[in-house]
């Protein structure tokens, strides 16, 4: 079983930077794609950014040339660096990771979630 520890939430004010992480731990073999969702209140969750093991990135329209997403493969960790944060960015935010693990198990996890609260 693989197991997914976000941090790095938190509160911050209108115009300014976070960087959240999400470390992966088990008997990882490999991991594909991992990727960052949110969810505020009231919305269905939606993808933010996603990062595939070749280092190709994808963000959803709303964050682009805003948030970063990079990947530490010796670290199994994804991180999200997000800039010039708007209050429209509130929300749970949740890391995701597929791959293999154990003797080839196929995984797909998902966090516990950390809170961005971007306020005045």
């Known amino acids: 079983q693989v197991q997914l520890v976000e941090s790095g939430g938190g509160l911050v004010q209108p115009g300014g930077s976070l960087r959240l992480s999400c470390a992966a731990s088990?008997?990882?073999?490999?991991?594909?794609?991992m990727g960052w969702y949110r969810q505020a209140p009231g919305k269905q969750r939606e993808l933010v950014a996603t990062?595939?093991?070749?280092?190709?990135?994808n963000y959803a329209d709303s964050v682009k040339g805003r948030f970063t997403i990079s990947r530490d493969n010796a670290k199994n960790t994804v991180y999200l660096e997000m800039n010039s944060l708007k209050p429209e960015d509130t929300a749970v935010y949740y890391c995701n990771a597929d791959g293999r693990y154990g003797s080839g198990f196929r995984f797909n996890s998902w966090g516990q979630g950390t809170q961005v609260t971007v306020s005045s």
């Open positions: 088990g008997r990882i073999r490999s991991i594909y794609d």
């Open positions: 990062i595939t093991s070749g280092g190709s990135t």
